[in-house]
Antibody, heavy 117, light 110 residues
Framework: EMQLVETGGVVVQPGGSLRLSCAAS????????MHWVRQRPGKGLEWVCV????????DYGDSVKGRFIVSRDNSKNSLYLQLTSLTTADTALYYC??????????WGQGTLVTVSS | QSALTQPASVSGSPGQSITISCTGT?????????VSWYQQHPGQAPKLILY???NRPSGVSHRFSGSKSDNTASLIISGLQAEDEADYYC??????????FGGGTRLTVL
């Protein structure tokens, strides 16, 4: 059974940093592009970033470019998101998502990041 | 990159058909077949229901279908059922190699 389990969501102060992790299982992780998508409380989905199968290419949404870094370790079937210079606008549920072509075909349950003083 | 435009809400009675629109530009919806739709029930993660305009993943009901004309894509749900009540989001690949979502549409089954 395919699983994506996100961890690392915490309460952090404005200006702070943290790293989210996503543990993948049930599929050949190294074959697939992976994405992060976030959802602010009570709001819609916002695409955050993507990383290709070997980590050689990454792309970011404008609201996080220069502040967030996505990476992966295929030997550990793991995806990561480093978040820096956080503001209250980054408060959201962060989903780890498996990509297939341009579609997002399997989603984790998300990890909550709260930016608050 | 601006979000795609969806109606905030739509409603329909059981058995009816409804359509949810998703409007973008020639740099996203109008320029590619890579439009997807996602269903999200309260408290749950989103689920892919259509990809590349009108392709259904395995296990998704045939009652869900899609179309695209110029810069607008549409999700059509026929034979509306109570379980279809959820939030629906479109997304598109863009000319800058990123994805963009619509603002979401809440479907109410009356």
């Amino acid at each position: 059974e395919m699983q994506l389990v996100e961890t690392g969501g915490v309460v952090v102060q404005p200006g702070g940093s943290l790293r989210l992790s996503c543990a993948a299982s049930g599929f050949t992780f190294e074959h697939y592009t992976m994405h992060w998508v976030r959802q602010r409380p009570g709001k819609g989905l916002e695409w955050v970033c993507v990383i290709n199968w070997d980590g050689g290419r990454t792309d970011y949404g404008d609201s996080v470019k220069g502040r967030f870094i996505v990476s992966r370790d295929n030997s550990k079937n793991s995806l990561y998101l480093q978040l820096t210079s956080l503001t209250t606008a980054d408060t959201a549920l962060y989903y780890c998502v498996k990509g297939h072509s341009t579609r997002l075909d399997y989603w984790g349950q998300g990890t909550l990041v709260t930016v608050s003083s | 990159q601006s979000a795609l435009t969806q109606p905030a809400s739509v409603s329909g009675s059981p058995g009816q058909s409804i359509t949810i629109s998703c409007t973008g530009t020639s740099s996203d919806v109008g320029g590619y077949v890579y439009v997807s739709w996602y269903q999200q029930h309260p408290g749950q993660a989103p689920k892919l229901i259509l990809y590349e305009v009108n392709n259904r993943p395995s296990g998704v009901s045939h009652r869900f279908s899609g179309s695209k004309s110029d810069n607008t894509a549409s999700l059509i749900i026929s034979g509306l059922q109570a379980e279809d009540e959820a939030d629906y989001y479109c997304s598109s690949y863009t000319s800058t190699s990123i994805l963009v979502f619509g603002g979401g549409t809440r479907l109410t089954v009356l």
